[in-house]
Every structure is written in C-alpha cells, then in structure tokens.
C-alpha cells in the first residue's frame, strides 16, 4: 500500500515519518505539508518526494496519514477519502461535530478504511488490558487522570501548538482518556458535570449507558513531577488499574498501519474507526458546552 504524510510538524517528524518508513507493508511514498520547505526537508531525510499540492499526492496513494491540526486534518480527510484513499488520522477526529460528521460521511460514501491513532489503543499491553476490563462485568466507577506539563515545562515542542493553546487539554489529552474508557464503561449518556481546574485543567464527571459513571481530570499545564497518566476502575470484581507501556509511539503507529491494512482487506471496520473518532468529538463537544455554562 502506498501511503503518504500530510504534515511536517513535531508529531510528524517524531512520530508518523519514522513509523511510515519502519511498516514493512506500507510504502511510505511522499510528503505534502502547508510550508513547502518544511515538507521538502522532511521528504528528503527520508528519500521519498515532496509534494507542493496535495491533491497530486492523493491522486499517486492508496492511503494517507494525516499529522495536522484536527481541523485542517477533517477537511483534507474528507478529500482523501473522495479521492479513494485510506486514513490513517491522529486524534481528535475534529474539534466540531459538524466536521467529524463531514469525514465519516466521506468515508462511508467511499468505502475506504480508516483508523484515528489513540496512542494507548495501539500498545499492546493496554490493549489487552481494555479487552480483559471490557469483559468483566459489574464495573461501578471509572476514574482517569491524564496530566502533561506541555504548557508548563520548558522546551515541549507541542508548547508553541496554537490549536492546542486554543483548545487544551479537554481536546488534546481527553480523547486519549476516553478510548481508554468508552470499551469498558460504555458509550456516554450524559455529561454531568464540567469545571475548569488550574491553567488549562478540565474535571469532567459522566455517567456511562452501562450505569457506571466515571471522572476525568485532564490538563497540559501540569508541574512536571506530577504529569502522567493513570485510569482506576472499581466494581464487583475489585479494583483495576492501567498498566504502563514500555511501547513507543512509534511502535504503537506501526500497529495502526498494521489495523488499517487488515481494514482495506477485510472491509471490516476497526473499533478506533473515523466513528469512533466522531462519537469522542461528540462527548468532547458536551463537554465543552458545559465548560462554557451550557446545560
């Protein structure tokens, strides 16, 4: 399968370029990214060809991965997907719902595949992890904490992100939180509660459609000895709690190139589908509605 990067940032140098040219069933075949100088760089460091229109790119692949900002990635998912290309996205899917629906709609029009990157849904430990919770019964409380110090420690290369200045910490570290959650404690039902916290810190209290509810805390201004992830479940069966993951992100998106290859072959669809994406995007927007002081 040929497959090109849409994006030439921090996460698509460090994470997407590297995982593309490691997959052994995927031939990484170009880059395209809104600064042409930085797209030829990050092309030449890894001898594939850079594209100054994206549209020619689309038209040389089978499929895309997509290191953009969430709401220059819907826009340009919706035109691969037209364009007969599978995707490979990063999460969030998109910071509005009208947009989230634009690419699931795109993909299902065109019968592509598509798989959106939660990091943890791809190391296999937390993977198994989720499939051994999920197939325990009587879950009563899910607690998540999700705490980086991208605003707060000195030289994050994320830090100088303006969607993630904008948006923070509820749309860049809650999707993560809630892959984690929605396979075990079910779809959300209702957002119950929302405050803000320190910095860009967000408390989210939501009740799940299995009777369970569970909290976020989520922030990227956190002190650097503090950051971390842990998610807590308690039920009938006691009490679980995430183990860590000695996989790279790197690795984890080699797995993901891995499930979007089974998706094209198959037909399938994978569980951290571009609906799956949507349905994130739609807890994240109630929630956001109740941060701003929606009912």
Not at 48 to 68: H, S, W
Not at 170 to 186: C, E, F, M, R, Y
């Amino acid at each position: 399968m040929r497959i090109g990067l849409l994006g030439t940032g921090p996460w698509a140098q460090m994470a997407y370029a590297p995982a593309l040219s490691r997959h052994d069933e995927l031939d990484f075949a170009g880059v395209w990214g809104r600064r042409t100088a930085a797209a030829k760089e990050l092309a030449d460091s890894y001898g594939v060809r850079a594209y100054d229109d994206a549209d020619t790119l689309l038209d040389d692949v089978d499929a895309v991965a997509v290191a953009l900002p969430p709401a220059v990635q819907a826009d340009l998912a919706v035109r691969a997907a037209r364009a007969g290309c599978h995707l490979l996205l990063d999460k969030p899917l998109a910071t509005t719902v009208a947009q989230g629906r634009a690419v699931v709609a795109a993909v299902e029009e065109a019968g592509v595949a598509s798989v959106v990157f939660f990091t943890a849904r791809f190391q296999p430990e937390i993977d198994a992890w989720i499939s051994q919770q999920a197939a325990t019964e009587g879950w009563f409380t899910g607690r998540a904490e999700w705490l980086g110090a991208v605003f707060s420690g000195d030289g994050n290369p994320f830090a100088a992100s303006p969607w993630r200045r904008e948006k923070g910490a509820l749309w860049d570290v809650g999707p993560h939180a809630l892959s984690v959650l929605l396979p075990v404690l079910g779809d959300v039902r209702r957002v119950a509660a929302a405050a803000h916290g320190p910095g860009d810190t967000v408390h989210l209290v939501l009740e799940h459609v299995s009777g369970a509810s569970s909290t976020l805390t989520l922030s990227l201004t956190a002190p650097s000895a503090a950051t971390g992830a842990t998610v807590e479940l308690r039920g009938a069966a006691g009490a679980a709690v995430l183990p860590e993951s000695a996989q790279s992100a790197v690795s984890a998106l080699v797995r993901a190139g891995d499930a979007l290859l089974a998706a094209s072959r198959t037909g399938g669809a994978h569980a951290c589908d571009a609906a799956f994406g949507l349905r994130v995007t739609e807890i994240l927007a109630a929630a956001e509605g109740r941060l701003n002081g929606g009912a």
